[in-house]
């Protein structure tokens, strides 16, 4: 049986962004803030190969749920096979987080309510009324919002909602 204070930190593995990334995310988010900055030392430094006093490792919170920003190198890169899903109460929320997140990121890399931030971190910008119409008793107004949904990009919550009534 785990712990009573098991706590489970996603850590985000970056190539020198660490801080840019969290002061970008935590200027989005509510209730968000930097909770430490860690930094590399001459220890290790024939292994981790970075100058010592450069950042190692940000901690931050996005409204409430908490992350590391690791600077790794550039072994690894982001993809969506791993995204961060975030449920908006409305239209404006939609708006907001997909322009918002989307500043500088890749174009190319936005369907279906996904989009790629300019670190390559994937989000879904969800409308919670799209999950409560896909999985509505009514399988047909269900399988038309889903279809009005898999030709969107950003997420319009006026034509999903036109699909699913018929």
């Given amino acids: ?11 985000l593995w970056f190539d020198g962004q660490a801080e840019e990334a969290a002061n970008f ?11 430490a900055i860690k930094r590399y030392l001459e220890a290790g430094r024939e292994i981790h190969g970075r100058e010592p006093g450069s950042v190692m490792v940000v901690e931050f919170d996005l409204d409430g749920h ?10 690894f890169k982001f993809n969506e096979a791993v995204s961060f899903q975030i449920d908006c109460a409305d239209q404006d929320e939609v708006d907001y987080y997909w322009s918002k997140l989307g500043e500088g990121g890749d174009p190319a890399k936005q369907e279906c309510g996904w989009i790629a ?3 390559g971190v994937s989000w879904q910008v969800v409308p919670k009324v799209l999950k409560e119409m896909i ?3 009514d399988k047909a107004a269900a399988e038309r919002a889903t279809m009005a949904m898999m030709k969107m990009n950003k ?8 699909a699913f009534k018929g």
């Fill in 1 to 11: 049986m785990a712990p009573a204070s098991l706590k489970i930190t996603t850590c």
């Fill in 117 to 119: 931030d300019k670190f």
């Fill in 66 to 75: 908490h992350f590391v920003g690791l600077n790794g190198g550039p072994q």
């Fill in 135 to 137: 999985s509505s008793e």
């Fill in 25 to 35: 995310y935590t200027s989005i988010f509510p209730n968000s803030k930097i909770t």
């Fill in 155 to 162: 997420m319009n919550i006026a034509e999903l909602e036109a």
